[in-house]
C-alpha cells in the first residue's frame, strides 16, 4: 500500500514554506515546489472553504529516492465516511481511488499514471465521497495550467546525471 507516502506529503504540507519549500512557480490554478526530497503540484478546490473545515487540495508528486513519479493524492476539508466510494472525474473519465480519513488517493502506479495522462489533457477534475454524516462532500478543480506545472515538477525531480 502507497499510504506512508501520502502520509509524509501531507506532514510536510503542513509545515511553513519557507521553511523548505521553493517554488518553482504557478501554472493556472497550479502551484509547483520542490523541496530535497520531492516535488509536487498542488492546487486548492474551486469553491472557498468553510471556516469550519480542513484544508482541502488535490496534489501529485514525485518521490525520487524512493522510485515514485507522478503519485496523486487528495485531501478533502474533513474525513471521510468509512466504506465509502471516492470517486475523481476527469472531463468524461471516472477513476475510482482508495482513501481513508480525509485522503485519497489511486489505487496503484498504473492508476496514477492514467489520471495523470487525463489531466494533462482534461479541462476540469473533481472528486466527491460521503461524508461521516453521510453528506456529499464534493470538490472541483480546473486543470488549466495542469501539464505545464506537471512537466515543471517532473523536470525538477528528473534523475541528475
Excluded at 51 to 67: E, H, I, M, N, T
Excluded at 105 to 122: C, F, K, L, N, T
Aim: aromatic residues 8%; positive net charge.
Amino acid at each position: 500500500m502507497r499510504r506512508p507516502v501520502f502520509l509524509l506529503l501531507s506532514l510536510a504540507l503542513a509545515v511553513p514554506a519557507a521553511a523548505q519549500q521553493r517554488s518553482l512557480g504557478i501554472f493556472g490554478l497550479w502551484g509547483v515546489f520542490a523541496e530535497k526530497s520531492r516535488c509536487f503540484i498542488i492546487s486548492e478546490p474551486l469553491r472557498p472553504r468553510r471556516a469550519d473545515s480542513g484544508r482541502a487540495f488535490a496534489s501529485v508528486g514525485w518521490f525520487p529516492a524512493q522510485g515514485v513519479r507522478g503519485q496523486l493524492h487528495i485531501r478533502f476539508a474533513e474525513a471521510k465516511r468509512q466504506g465509502s466510494a471516492v470517486l475523481l472525474r476527469i472531463d468524461d473519465r471516472t477513476f475510482q481511488l482508495a482513501g481513508g480519513g480525509a485522503d485519497a488517493w489511486a489505487p496503484d502506479g498504473r492508476a496514477d499514471a492514467e489520471i495523470v495522462a487525463a489531466m494533462r489533457s482534461g479541462l476540469d477534475m473533481s472528486v466527491e465521497t460521503r461524508n461521516v454524516r453521510g453528506g456529499l462532500m464534493r470538490d472541483a478543480y480546473q486543470l488549466r495550467g495542469a501539464a505545464t506545472a506537471l512537466d515543471a515538477a517532473a523536470i525538477a525531480c528528473a534523475p541528475k546525471r
